[in-house]
């Protein structure tokens, strides 16, 4: 079971997975905010900030690099784990953005609570 402080932002513009997601990460004891698209995402993250982020790729509104370059050059966000999802091909997705974790729609289960515990377990850059 995960800490309860751990909370974790899932960004889908698919209402299923979102929802699919979501009970999920519930279920092993994350606190889970939901958001459809990269804005929305934005949104949630100046209410709240997240351990770490899922985030679809392809998506209306913001996209999911575009979600994560904003991340990136917030200095208030900047620390929080990014973890990408897409159902294109993610080693094509790796070569392009190296060190980002991206998961393959659809996943396994088991595979993707295990990536969800190593982005919140990983060291990442503090806030300041």
Same mark, same amino acid.
């Given at each position: ?13 698919? %209402?299923? !997975?979102?929802? &699919? ?6 279920? $092993? ?13 934005? $949104?949630?993250? &100046? ?23 904003? !991340? ?7 620390? !929080? ?33 295990? %990536? ?9 850059? %503090?806030?300041?």
């Amino acid at each position: 079971m995960a800490p309860a402080t751990e909370t974790v932002l899932v960004v889908d513009d698919e %209402q299923g !997975i979102l929802e &699919a997601l979501a009970d999920l990460l519930r279920e $092993e004891g994350y606190r889970v905010l939901t958001a459809s698209h990269g804005k929305e995402a934005l $949104e949630r993250m &100046a209410e709240v900030k997240p351990d770490l982020v899922l985030t679809d790729w392809m998506m209306p509104v913001l996209d999911g690099p575009a979600l994560i370059e904003r !991340i990136q050059k917030d200095p208030e966000l900047r620390h !929080i784990a990014v973890l990408g999802m897409s159902a294109v091909d993610t080693n094509g997705l790796r070569r392009q953005h190296p060190g980002m974790e991206f998961l393959q729609k659809p996943f396994d289960i088991r595979a993707l609570m295990k %990536q969800v515990r190593k982005a919140l377990d990983a060291p990442r850059v %503090q806030e300041g």
